[in-house]
């Protein structure tokens, strides 16, 4: 028996037909179950559990979410939108400008200054200090494009602090006095600017003042990512240079 081939009727029955108008009514219903308000509650309530500001998949992961996050980028546009209305900043395409109205606003909450410590106690509401230094070379150059004053010691210890990461890596292991001496006298643009005395001076020149540099150096480069082992080696031991 020849099988009955399906008719454009029966084909029209499987698959009713939608009006444009009246979907868009019950998309807006849908869209009215939360307010705007109620959505960023939920975004900035998410970044707190986190500590940080979530992506699209933390957030719906986040077993305490009651939005979805489709819900949030029919309110908002986009699901980076969302999060800049709700004080929190994307993960991603932050702009060199929106990264410097960050610092200022950070500087009118607390009356002066930003300081490293001041992002790091606001994570998920601001960039990291990875991304400052990264952008603008350093903290330091992002604070006075920012349009604030930064001294003249905090600019010299910073400056110090960046040579001191940079030659570690070089070296495979924390810089010491003489390390930074040998480094002075290389003819190479990435010397060292400093002599190892200014450094020496930024601790008032007291005892285990080098120490206290290559401590600060150890966490500048930990907060960059690198590995730094209890003897101070950093990453893989460049052992060609030990056997020189």
């Not at 029966?10 to 009514?25: M, N, Q, T």
């Not at 998309?27 to 960023?40: C, F, H, N, T």
């Not at 546009?77 to 606003?105: D, I, Q, S």
């Not at 003489?178 to 190892?196: C, G, K, M």
Request: hydrophobic content about 40%; some cysteine; aromatic content about 8%.
């Amino acid at each position: 028996m020849a099988r009955r081939q399906p008719t454009a009727s029966s084909h029209a029955k499987r698959r009713p037909a939608v009006d444009p108008g009246e979907l868009a009514a019950f998309q807006a219903g849908l869209r009215k179950r939360y307010s705007d308000e109620q959505i960023l509650a939920e975004l900035s309530a998410c970044a707190e559990r986190l500590g940080r500001s979530p992506t699209m998949k933390e957030f719906a992961a986040d077993p305490e979410t009651n939005v979805h996050p489709q819900t949030v980028i029919e309110h908002f546009g986009t699901w980076n939108a969302a999060k800049r209305a709700a004080g929190l900043v994307p993960r991603r395409f932050v702009t060199r400008e929106e990264l410097l109205e960050l610092l200022r606003a950070l500087g009118d909450e607390i009356g002066g200054t930003p300081t490293a410590r001041d992002i790091d106690e606001r994570r998920g509401r601001m960039p990291s200090k990875s991304l400052y230094w990264h952008t603008f070379g350093s903290l330091t150059s992002a604070l006075r494009e920012a349009g604030f004053d930064v001294a003249v010691g905090e600019e010299r210890l910073e400056r110090a602090l960046e040579q001191g990461a940079a030659l570690a890596r070089r070296l495979g292991r924390l810089p010491r006095f003489a390390d930074w001496a040998a480094a002075r006298r290389d003819q190479s643009p990435e010397r060292p600017t400093l002599t190892e005395w200014q450094v020496y001076r930024l601790f008032d020149a007291r005892r285990g003042a080098w120490a206290t540099f290559q401590y600060l150096v150890r966490g500048r480069l930990l907060e960059a990512g690198a590995e730094v082992g209890a003897d101070g080696t950093v990453g893989v031991p460049d052992t060609s240079r030990r056997s020189r």
